[in-house]
């Protein structure tokens, strides 16, 4: 690419730099000749392009679409039941990141649990698990491990620390993500048509660059590693329209200030020793093979999928309730980008940040909630 980052970086302000990259983009997509879509597969980078404006000042042929980078939106219903019935247990105590709380499942939400008693609590990181493990060890402790990459890496660490410290009552419900399967499926999508990816730059610093290219060379899809200022994201899209322009199909990482192409050998070593690959259910996109981390036998008596079972399958007999307007959010349309939140017939009616229906409007991350607080056309 004939601009040069450490300039732009360090030597000319953002301004500048912005005006110089946006005219870069325009004179690929000039040379391109036709429409071109990207897809930033992150919910921060959904946000930043939103608050940023960047999407209107883009050529008119290049389009931007959200893709299901956003770990809470990406959880499906069966997920979420279980996690309520596992609250609804005096025997339990939930521990959270805050925006779970209000996606409502097929039948409640953990919020709603929560109203009726059950001890449901934030936390900040995997590691808070423990010391609430040590106060309560007459309680089974489930922390819920829901995330990418870059929270597995954290949850495996948990676990470690559980085992070595010979602490009992500390439980996994698996729900981790990677990120390569999910990346085939949008682009073999036949209503989904990419012509390039923003890869996330925070799971890419614990994966490293490598990590992507089976999947994308079997996709042939050209691909950015992105960091998460506005500039960063101009700074991609001129790499990348000059790779789609040039007939290219690489995998570059313009995010080096923080990723290398192997990642973080030690994050990547706790995941693996920790857990192992499985299929995972993600919603919008259903089951995908290998896209998913499970517990290793090792490690299996953290699992609370293994150790309650029983009352997880009780989960099955709550189905099908839920109100007519949570069955028809569309989220599931929103996370492959097949339609925007403004296609939604409930979004900014019946479903707002203050009454949210479905999880790309509650998550801080959600494609729609970006709309509604950015956009909103
Ligand atoms: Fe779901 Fe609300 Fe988004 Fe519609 S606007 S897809 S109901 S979250």
Known sequence: MDFNYEKYAQK?????????????????????G???SVMEVCG???????????????????KLKSGPGCPVCVTDNEYIDGAVVLAQSPDNIILTFGDML???GSFSSLSLAKSGGADIRIIYSPLDSIKIANDNPEKN??????????????TAFLVKEAAQSGITNIYIYEGNKTV????KLIAFHPDVKIDGFLLPGHVSAVTGVDYYRPALTECKIPSIICGFEYIDILYSLASLTEMIAAGKNEIRNEYFRVVSEHGNKKAQELISEVFEPCGANWRGLGLLNNSGLALKPKYKNFSAAFKFSELLSRRYEHKFKN???IENCRCGDVLLSIITPAECPLFGNECTPEN?????????EGTCAAFYKYAQN
């Open 34 to 36: 036709r429409p071109v």
């Open 12 to 32: 000319i302000n953002n301004e500048k730099s912005a005006e110089l990259l946006l005219n870069a983009i325009s004179r690929n997509c000039v040379k391109i």
């Open 141 to 154: 402790i489930i922390f819920l491990s829901v995330g990418f990459e870059t929270t597995a890496a954290h």
């Open 102 to 104: 209000k996606v409502t």
């Open 323 to 325: 109100t007519p307007a």
């Open 356 to 364: 949210a229906i479905g999880p790309c409007m509650v998550s801080s």
């Open 180 to 183: 390569p399967e999910a990346l």
């Open 44 to 62: 921060t980078h959904t946000h930043e392009i939103f608050k940023s404006g960047v999407r209107q000042l883009l050529p008119a042929n290049l």
